[in-house]
């Protein structure tokens, strides 16, 4: 016990809302604590708190809750009037050697030593030098404190899980679906992905809806381009998908705290996360169904430019193309389903690809091996058509072949750019693991240790997943870009809107040139246009079925 004059108060304890109430537990209703001349109340509840934040999920159960007494009570130090003048009680001795013998081995573990108290120390609290832990007339607190878990245990921006087990690894968890980036920073890229990938929709509903009306690109060669729009305009809209779960987001699930959904957990509170596995399931299958048909599409310009074969002599490719470009697609999904790997993330606003934690050359393979022979192989047969385009026009000096030259080129440049965004940043993100991991660990210990929100340095670049974000919502753009604004796109739709003028009423000149029966589309409908087609000049643009009418030199 202490006594002396320099007391300015003793008051009642009114709780530690500096501690997250922590030191609730160790001072029972009715005590009196101590407070210096230079000492209020809040200012002794927020030192405690400097210190206290310390003694969290990170730390063994045991210490904590040694730690946490031996700071509570030195803190608030416990004080009474008795007949002798004010009583102090600081903490007892045992206090001070529990929390030693507690917290030794984790210390240790952590060259944290130094950081051990001196149950021999002396204190001058009164103006008298005393120890400040004494063996009697002192304060222990209640022999059975427990102090529970909260948010407060948990380090910024780690989320606490009530349902995990008080001292297990898994309490504080990282939060979902945002751990790299400020909440305006996160809302912008959700935006971005929302508009771009609404806008995709319907520019390829618009393709797909005048392609499938149109008998000249119902058929094949030229159908390879309804396939691929109609990749995109589900592609995009699964994308959009999101925005029906908001505000929550629908890579994570709907509980707290909100963890990336997992085909374990899908199932949970009322099947909230099968959306988001349905997503992931439909991207990790059209992205390797549109990969596939562009590589068709790369196949036929092959075909028709290089190797200058009349499109009758591969019509049977058709169906061989159905079968690689929608089973294949089915094959990888249903490696991806057995192994688990489709859900969320906490660094993405769509479902896809799910890594648990780890790293392992599965990864890899399930990302790039399905995609990436196939995104080779077309480029270097659309480089290659390319060029055999640009020497026709050389050649032939004809100013008709530009457009088509320059849309070819174009769109070469722009996937190019796209996938180089896309794919470059997943080997970033692979290269840079050990140096994000080792960014949010820093975050977490700083503001473990200061007790505030430390900032992440040396995380992933914002501006780099901002353009693989609109790269990905953009990618269908490509198709209505360079394949569709064409003449015969716009053109067809000139004469279905004139056709209400045509004597024999509007559905019916309508429904004759859905069918091809009419004077401006049977032409072009189902045998090859004359041979002169493409180098006279006429409105012809960059489409398969005028390719196809290319002279052969080798029948």
Known sequence: ???????????????????????????????????????????VDAAAGNFTHLFGAFMPPDCRTAGLRLLC?????????????LAVLPPCRSVCEEMTLACYAFLESQNQ????????????????????????????????????????????????DPQAAPGASDMCVAPCPNLFYSSGEWVAIRVVAYVFSFISLVINLFLCITWSLNPKKRRFPASVL?????????????????????????????????????????????GWGMGCIFQAM????????????????????????????????????????????WGLPMISLI??????????????????????GGRSWWDWAFVFGPTIPFLIVGMVLLCISVIKLMVLKFKRKESSLTSHLVRLMSMVIYFLINIAITYSFRIYAEVRYDDIQRAVEQQVACSLTTGTEC??????????????????????????IFLGTTKETFGFWARLIHARQAEEGFLTH??????????????????????SNLSNGSSLDFELASLSSKPSTNL
């Open 73 to 85: 009570l030195s803190w608030f130090l416990p004080c009474d009037f008795s007949s002798t003048g």
């Open 510 to 531: 309508a429904w004759a040139m859905v069918k091809g029966h009419t004077s401006d589309s049977s032409s072009s409908g189902g045998s090859s246009p004359p041979a």
């Open 113 to 160: 030593l130094n950081q051990l108290p001196d149950c021999d120390s002396i204190i001058n609290v009164t103006g008298t030098p005393l120890p400040a832990f004494l063996p009697v007339s002192c304060a222990y607190g209640p022999t059975d404190a427990v102090v529970p878990y909260s948010q407060a245990d948990c380090p910024y921006p780690l989320n606490w």
């Open 1 to 43: 016990m202490l006594s002396g004059a320099r007391a300015q108060a003793c008051v009642p304890f009114r709780g530690s809302p500096g501690t997250a109430h922590k030191c609730d537990t160790f001072l029972v209703p009715g005590t009196n604590v101590f407070l210096a001349s230079d000492q209020t109340y809040e200012s």
């Open 282 to 325: 439909v991207f990790s299958y059209l992205t390797i169904a549109q990969i596939l048909w562009w590589l068709a599409l790369n196949i036929n310009l092959f075909v028709l430019l290089v190797l200058e074969i009349r499109q009758e002599r591969f019509m049977k490719l058709h169906k061989w193309y159905h079968v690689m470009c």
């Open 455 to 480: 900032e992440m340095k040396g995380g992933i670049s914002y501006a780099y997943f901002f353009f693989v974000v609109l790269a990905t919502a953009t990618i269908g753009d490509a198709v209505f």
């Open 335 to 356: 490696l991806l389903l057995a192994t688990k790997k489709v859900g969320g993330s906490i660094s993405s606003p769509y479902c896809q690809f799910y890594s648990d």
């Open 226 to 270: 309804l396939y691929i729009s109609l990749c995109f305009i589900f592609f995009t809209g699964f994308q959009f998908l999101g925005v029906f779960f908001e505000p929550n987001s629908i890579t994570c699930t709907k509980d707290w705290p909100p963890k990336p959904v997992s085909m374990d957990s899908a199932g949970e509170n009322g």
